[in-house]
């Protein structure tokens, strides 16, 4: 199975400000054949079901603003909102799905 | 545009069963699989499963085996996870998510409201 690690677990950051958070697979998501890392991001709000904002590690989901990016690649990920603003307080999972699907721990986003 | 629509909160004591169900719309129901995540009090997401309608092959995390059953009844675009042998860290919410393909590796475009399942005595 693969393990997936988000950091930090926490994150507490100024409206206006960049946040980024780490993701981590104990093996490769890159599946050589098609180049492609089976990696994606959802932001949870509280009292909500999760919603999907990246897949393939770097393609927006429709309707996502731009300020949320994707990057990385193998094992090592990251989800950058590059103008942090208030609807953007969630807890933020990254999730594999090269094998069977897994899930980070979470992020929790704040302001600060 | 694509719903999920799921049953509500179900109350149930430790052995029983619980069955949750999943009405889906705004898209064709046996061209996409079906995943089930769940989510204890306070803590992450947890795959569970997941199935696909036209076929109705599964794919369960070993942990739940013999424990769940994940069905749909395409006629009604509905889908159903069954958990038996309940116990107290069974509680949680269960989500059901609709996949951007056929295959169990999938990511999940868009999610059920939720059905908490307490189990309590």
């Known amino acids: 199975d693969i393990v997936m690690t988000q950091s930090p677990d926490s994150l507490a950051v100024s409206l206006g400000e960049r946040a980024t958070i780490n993701c981590k697979s104990s093996?490769?998501?890159?599946?050589?054949?098609?180049?492609?890392?089976?990696l994606a991001w959802y932001q949870e709000r509280p009292g909500q079901p999760p919603k999907l904002l990246i897949y393939?590690?770097?393609a927006r989901e429709s309707g996502v603003p731009d300020r949320f990016s994707g990057s990385g690649s193998g094992t090592d990920f990251t989800l950058t909102i590059s103008s942090l603003q208030a609807e953007d307080v969630a807890v933020y999972y990254c999730q594999q799905y090269y094998t069977s699907p897994s899930f980070g721990q979470g992020t929790k986003l704040e302001i600060k | 545009q694509v719903q999920l629509v799921q049953s509500g909160a179900e109350v149930k004591k430790p052995g029983a069963s619980v069955k949750v169900s999943c009405k889906a719309s705004?898209?064709?129901?046996?061209?996409?699989?079906i995943t089930w995540v769940r989510q204890a009090p306070g803590q992450g997401l947890e795959w569970m499963g997941w199935?696909?309608?036209?076929?109705?092959?599964?794919n369960y995390v070993q942990k739940f085996q013999g424990r769940v059953t994940m069905t749909t009844d395409t006629s009604t675009s509905i889908a159903y996870m069954e958990l038996r042998s309940l116990r107290s860290d069974d509680t949680a919410v269960y989500y059901c998510?609709?996949?951007?393909?056929?295959?169990?590796?999938?990511?999940?475009?868009?999610w059920g409201q939720g059905t908490l399942v307490t189990v309590s005595s």
């Open positions: 998510a609709k996949g951007s393909g056929t295959s169990p590796e999938d990511f999940f475009d868009s």
């Open positions: 393939w590690a770097s």
């Open positions: 705004g898209y064709t129901f046996s061209n996409y699989g």
């Open positions: 093996q490769s998501v890159l599946y050589s054949s098609n180049n492609k890392n089976y």
């Open positions: 199935i696909n309608p036209y076929k109705g092959k599964t």
